[in-house]
């Protein structure tokens, strides 16, 4: 089967998103829906298991799957040492790369305009199904890097097209420091541009990542002049410090924000994703201690054990999968290295793994082509 930029399924896919988009998060999602989404996935994987040289590879020897339980995930550290793409090398024309320390061995994500159109698609589907329900009268602050200054950022490229789509006025506040690439905040024109919107009684929506919220409170907590943001402001916060700031539990990271920026735990919504997936999942603002991240239905998780790689029950730890796709052109199944419990269709952030390859699956990289 070709390999062109033309994907034989992309305009089944994308048709997928517009209908599901259109679900409530609290609905359950009618069967027809469901099987749809099987349909598609096995479609996929049987594309991407002849197109993809890794996962052609890596199924040389099996079976074909019959349900999308059986679709064989590719674990995320494949990412860092192979490319894991169907697209062939003079078609892979945009690379996003997992952040992570300086010097790290990162995992890489090939795109191309389509492939790039669809994951855009499902971000901005995911961001508008789960922001609804917030105050869209706000101005957009970011706190990363725009994306001229991070252009291999997946993280930097979707709050790029939600800020040109999101139809408000929006302010890239992060800058990236020379010669080592960090992302960091300039609190000098930061702060003046947030006690602005104080003054004015202008709501705001801040986004950035949990190390951005740290050095934000941090700063406002060692001049002694928190702020308390005007009603109707809201937070997304993305998660990770990769060693940039001190973690902290959510709860108190939740805690600090409502202290120095005034803005109630209600009102702070959580994203979940990385560089290898396509689609990104959310929280339920809530409860403090805990919170449930749900994909939207074009992606479903699955929590495994790492003992036999098999499905956990309800309440159950394990490492977290996903069947993705938005991700037409690498690999519809993904298991990353982050453990979690599962919470019914959703599932609690806990931690990364300390081992993330199960015991119980035969996937191992050392059988699969050496691409680099």
């Given at each position: 089967?070709?390999?062109?930029n ?112 669809l ?17 869209q ?65 202008s709501p ?37 410090y ?14 600090r ?16 994703g990385?560089c ?11 409860a403090?201690?805990?919170r ?26 394990g ?51 050496q691409?680099?």
């Amino acid at each position: 089967m070709s390999t062109s930029n033309h994907h034989p399924l992309a305009a089944d896919i994308r048709s997928f998103i517009d209908r599901a988009g259109t679900w409530h998060p609290a609905v359950p999602l009618p069967e027809d829906l469901i099987a749809r989404f099987d349909e598609l996935a096995l479609a996929l994987h049987d594309w991407q298991q002849r197109a993809n040289p890794v996962l052609t590879a890596l199924h040389a020897n099996r079976c074909r799957p019959s349900t999308v339980m059986e679709i064989p995930a590719v674990p995320c550290e494949a990412f860092r040492q192979l490319d894991v793409t169907c697209l062939p090398p003079d078609r892979r024309t945009r690379r996003f790369v997992s952040s992570g320390t300086t010097g790290a061995f990162r995992s890489r994500h090939w795109h191309n305009d389509n492939s790039l159109a669809l994951y855009e698609h499902s971000l901005w589907r995911a961001f508008q199904r789960r922001t609804e329900v917030l105050s869209q009268n706000t101005a957009l602050i970011l706190l990363t890097p725009s994306p001229d200054l991070a252009p291999e950022s997946s993280l930097v490229h979707m709050l790029g097209v939600v800020a040109k789509q999101f139809g408000r006025p929006f302010w890239f506040a992060g800058d990236v420091a020379a010669p080592a690439g960090a992302w960091q905040l300039s609190m000098e024109r930061l702060r003046p541009e947030l006690v602005r919107h104080v003054q004015g009684g202008s709501p705001v929506a801040l986004i950035g990542t949990a190390f951005h919220f740290v050095h934000l409170t941090d700063h406002l907590e060692s001049i002694g002049s928190p702020l308390g943001l005007p009603a109707g402001s809201w937070i997304m916060e993305t998660g990770g410090y990769k060693g940039r700031s001190r973690a902290l539990p959510r709860a108190e990271l939740l805690s600090r924000i409502h202290r120095f920026l005034g803005v109630p735990s209600g009102q702070v919504l959580g994203e979940y994703g990385m560089c290898e997936l396509g689609s990104q999942a959310y929280d339920e603002p809530g409860a403090n201690e805990s919170r449930t991240y749900r994909f939207p239905p074009w992606a479903m998780p699955v929590v495994i054990s790492p003992e036999d790689a098999q499905p956990v029950p309800d309440g159950g730890v394990g490492l977290l999968q996903v069947l993705d796709l938005a991700n037409a052109w690498s690999a519809v199944s993904i298991r990353t290295q982050d453990l979690v419990r599962r919470r019914g269709d959703g599932f609690e952030l806990l931690g990364r793994a300390r081992q993330s390859q199960p015991r119980g699956c035969s996937l191992q990289l050392a059988d699969l082509p050496q691409t680099r």
